[in-house]
């Protein structure tokens, strides 16, 4: 883990009592993901501190809603897809009406559908959060069996972040990974579809919050090599590279005024 000093969201009145009674809602973004979602909503109920599973089906075309709340989650539908993006917010609305009034909001911590059993493997993700260590914590994965990209969208994304804000993350594009709520609100509206990670990324540390990586041991489905592969890296490329393009160009304009 790197990058560790008193984050930006962190107060110091928030006593051991309180770092005991704070929760962790799981967002879980999820399309088609009806083979693996069981698994990792099971697995993500066993997180220490986590109270709260919250699966938001952006319009599968199979029984993912219905698989994920026969295995415990609390699900919300999207009638058709919107995109991880919309599917965040979504989540991130729905713990905020289920946070106590008064109390603690809940941490939340994004996973991806298709970790299975690994899910249970990003609580490392909320100690550094909830110690006020960090406003937002990023899971390194271990190389993934089968990955067929050659780090150009990773290369594109880190080397943006690291020229707007003097730090280089290693896996920017990591969709694994537990913030504050205050840190949520600062980076929405979230950049759309495969820049939602880079585009939080350069807001809130832009901004002072601090972010860290913390070593995961996870396992999901990488987009391989094929022609599905090829155009899912190639959407992502765009995605990121509209990601950097919007927030350099909000930056002149507003040196500009």
């Known amino acids: 883990m790197v990058r560790v000093r ?10 051991e009592k309180q770092l005991a009674k704070q929760r962790v809602a799981v967002v879980i973004p999820a399309k088609d993901e009806s083979r693996r979602i069981a698994q990792t909503v099971r697995a993500a109920k ?6 709260l599973v919250l699966v938001v089906d952006d319009g599968s075309e199979d029984n993912t809603q219905d698989v994920a709340r026969d295995a415990g989650a609390v ?10 993006a919309a599917a965040m917010e979504t989540g991130a609305a729905v713990v905020a009406m289920r946070d106590a009034q008064g109390g603690l909001p809940r941490l939340l911590l994004f996973i991806d559908g298709d970790l299975a059993e690994s899910a249970v493997n990003t609580a490392p993700l909320i100690e550094p959060v909830l110690k006020g260590e960090a406003d937002l914590s990023i899971a390194l ?16 994304a880190r080397k943006a972040i690291s020229k707007a804000t003097g730090w280089t993350p290693t896996q920017p594009l990591s969709g694994m990974r ?9 980076a929405t509206p979230l950049a759309r579809g495969w820049g939602v990670e880079t585009g ?8 002072g919050y601090v972010a860290v990586e913390v070593p995961c041991d996870l396992k999901h489905r990488p987009s391989g090599k094929d022609w599905k592969g090829t155009l899912h890296r190639a959407n992502q490329f ?5 990601a950097i393009n919007s927030r350099r160009l909000k930056k002149i304009t507003h040196l500009g005024k």
């Open 200 to 207: 939080m990324l350069l807001d809130l540390v832009s901004a």
């Open 6 to 15: 008193r984050a930006k969201s962190a107060s110091s009145q928030v006593d």
């Open 141 to 156: 994965l271990p190389p993934q069996p089968g990955a067929g990209g050659r780090g150009l969208v990773v290369g594109a």
């Open 178 to 186: 537990c913030l504050t709520r205050e840190a949520f609100e600062a």
């Open 238 to 242: 765009r995605d990121v590279q509209l």
């Open 75 to 84: 699900v919300v539908r999207h009638s058709h897809n919107r995109g991880k």
């Open 46 to 51: 066993a997180i220490p501190h986590v109270d």
